[in-house]
């Protein structure tokens, strides 16, 4: 078992910046998911800490040892890759003891090891089939069983599930969930799907052109994400962005107009606010009034956009919502449910207060690191 630590570790290829001087903190047992979109810098992270591509700068320490020299075989970490990497000529079992004979680990141990670890994750009937004689989703499991067996002190893996269908990622979510549960191993996870890293994450790294936007549990990242790019990616859908005007305490663009603010912040910001945090409602009494754009039926609830100024904005109705495109609608918005960003720098604006309920959207008691956007 172990904790990882990351000090100001750099990662250039001559000018190209991939990882730019990250700091962070992963305590024993904790699972953390590096979330980000393609080339933000996940992989070639966790290839550093894996020890597969050298830091050009900073420390790597795995628990208290700093591994920047070791090969990654000294790391005592297993991995786990989107492209399984089984032995096709070995059966299901040979494939997940090998580490164990590659480490020369006393063979007297390995049939029940082997087996423990294939019980796990539900491969004790396939031990005598090839890799070609399985599904997809029990090769992705062969290979969480060949990690396990090693029983190290880290996971890495690379998004693991990204070749199985939607159902079936669904349930090996589920499973990885309470492997880990089970197993109490530190891991790194990385993956672009959002819902991926809210479903598993003890905490989430939002990742953006080799920066950390955002560290924190999935709530914290949810509920208070520290910029415009954190607010757009997490959710689904994700958080409505209004480009507009504070004056007074009075938020403007076109088609939408939102009072009750505090007047603490005045000129250009981006107002946010959740799907699910406003409702539709009459047209005159509300605080965005626009003709809908698009109505979409959700099984559980209609998703009902407008477009308000040069953005699009959606709002959860309930589920026997029924209107055209081009009707008016009304979406009712409190104040104190919207998140406040500085139009420039795409920053959360904090404290301000809304002058009808008196809340804060503080942000003090959450561990932001590198939280300056590009
Ligand atoms: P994906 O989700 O697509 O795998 P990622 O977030 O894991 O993306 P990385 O693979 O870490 O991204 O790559 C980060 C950036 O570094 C990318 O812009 C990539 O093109 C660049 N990069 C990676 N390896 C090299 C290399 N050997 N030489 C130059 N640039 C590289």
Not at 176 to 182: F, I, P
Not at 245 to 250: A, L, Q
Not at 347 to 367: V, Y
């Amino acid at each position: 078992m172990a904790s990882i630590t990351l000090k100001g570790v750099t990662k250039r290829w001559g000018a190209f910046v991939g990882v730019d001087s990250v700091n962070l903190e992963i305590a024993d047992k904790e699972f953390m998911v590096f979330l980000g979109p393609s080339g933000c810098g996940k992989t070639t992270t966790m290839r550093m800490i894996a020890g597969l591509e050298d830091p050009s700068s900073g420390e790597i320490l795995i628990g208290d040892r700093v591994v920047n020299d070791l090969e990654p075989r000294e790391r005592d970490i297993a991995m786990v890759f989107q492209n399984y990497g089984l032995y096709p000529n070995l059966t299901v079992y040979e494939n997940i003891r090998f580490p164990l004979k590659v480490r020369k680990i006393d063979p007297k141990s390995h049939d029940a090891r082997v087996r423990r670890a294939a019980d796990m994750v539900e491969l004790g009937h396939l031990l005598d089939r090839r890799p070609s004689a399985l599904s997809g989703g029990q090769r992705q499991r062969v290979a969480l069983a060949r990690a396990i067996v090693r029983q190290p002190a880290v996971f890495l893996m690379d998004e693991p599930l990204s070749n199985l269908d939607a159902k079936l990622r669904v349930s090996t979510r589920a499973q990885l969930k309470n492997l880990h549960h089970e197993l109490q191993v530190t891991t790194i996870y990385v993956t672009h799907d959002q819902i991926e890293a809210m479903t598993l994450a003890d905490r989430v790294v939002v990742m953006k052109s080799g920066v950390f936007q955002q560290v924190g549990t999935p709530t914290e990242i949810y509920d208070r994400p520290a910029n415009t790019f954190v607010a757009g990616f997490i959710g689904s859908p994700a958080m409505n962005l209004i480009d507009g005007t504070m004056s007074g305490g009075v938020f403007t663009c076109e088609h939408v107009r939102i009072g009750g603010f505090a007047d603490d912040i005045s000129g250009s910001v981006t107002l946010g606010f959740r799907a699910e945090d406003a409702r539709v409602s009459p047209v005159d009494a509300s605080q965005i009034q626009a003709p809908i754009y698009s109505v979409e039926l959700l099984g559980d609830a209609t998703m009902v956009t407008v477009r308000a100024g040069v953005a699009l904005v959606a709002v959860r109705a309930g589920k026997d919502y029924r209107a055209q495109i081009g009707d008016p609608v009304g979406f009712a918005i409190r104040p104190e449910i919207c998140h406040l960003f500085d139009k420039q720098t795409g920053l959360r604006l904090e404290n301000h207060k809304s002058a009808k309920s008196g809340t804060t959207s503080g942000t003090q008691d959450i561990n932001w690191e590198n939280r300056h956007v590009r």
